[in-house]
């Protein structure tokens, strides 16, 4: 079974762009979960979704959003970036309940200039 | 606010060494306790304890929670240079959706 899949790997953009990070789950899992990780904060939980409707939030700025496809896909969107936006964002996924272990994938590494 | 901490922050011992890794927790609405491994890139998950003082047991890593004082334990025997990692401690709520929180990780070094 193919495991979790982000793309792209990297990315450098500079301030005030926006980007999107891709998030392809393990098949059959339903629920996408994202985090910003960096050396400072350690992983820190953005947003979940499930079933195409956000379920869950962290405490990030209105700046990050994201959003599920029908297929379990997701995409995050990061808009007028920031430099302190820098980090590795993992997403995870797993079937969806509560009792379910999340699995991670690759990440990406946003660099913003 | 949930939080989770984790000690030592930063660990450096020898190839063969026991080490115990401590997490210890204040959620709302606690769930489940994971421990996961991160190497390089991606955590990859080692164990979930949702009952104190069971032990879970994978090779030469175990790990035992305690609900009433709100903590856990890592433990590694008999280490290994391929054991270099950071170590994260989530917590994971109930309440009908996926909620995990991480601590800052306790990163590990196992010199030869």
């Known amino acids: 079974k193919a495991g979790v899949t982000q793309t792209p790997r990297y990315l450098i953009k500079t301030r005030g762009q926006q980007v999107t990070l891709s998030c392809s789950p393990i098949s059959g899992h339903r629920s996408v979960s994202w985090y910003q990780q960096t050396p400072g904060q350690g992983l820190q939980f953005l947003f979940e979704y499930f079933s195409e409707t956000q379920r869950n939030k962290g405490n990030f700025p209105g700046r990050f959003s994201g959003r599920q496809f029908s297929n379990s896909r997701s995409e995050m969107n990061v808009s007028t970036l920031e430099l302190g936006d820098s980090a590795l964002y993992l997403c995870?996924?797993?079937?969806?309940?509560?009792?379910?272990?999340?699995?991670f994938g690759p990440g990406t590494r946003l660099t913003v200039l | 606010e949930d939080k989770v901490v984790q000690s030592p922050l930063s660990l450096v011992v020898h190839e063969g060494d026991t080490v115990t890794l401590n997490c210890s927790y204040e959620v709302t609405n606690f769930r489940s306790l994971l421990w996961y491994k991160q190497e390089k890139k991606a955590p990859t998950f080692l164990f979930m304890l949702t009952s104190s003082g069971i032990e879970k047991k994978s090779g030469r890593l175990s790990s035992i929670l305690d609900k009433k004082e709100l903590f856990s334990i890592l433990n590694i025997t008999a280490t290994q240079t391929g054991d270099s990692a950071v170590y994260l401690c989530?917590?994971?709520?109930?309440?009908?959706?996926?909620?995990?929180?991480f601590g800052t990780g306790t990163k590990l070094q196992v010199i030869p």
């Open positions: 995870a996924s797993s079937l969806g309940s509560t009792a379910d272990t999340q699995y």
């Open positions: 989530a917590v994971q709520e109930s309440g009908g959706y996926q909620k995990v929180t």
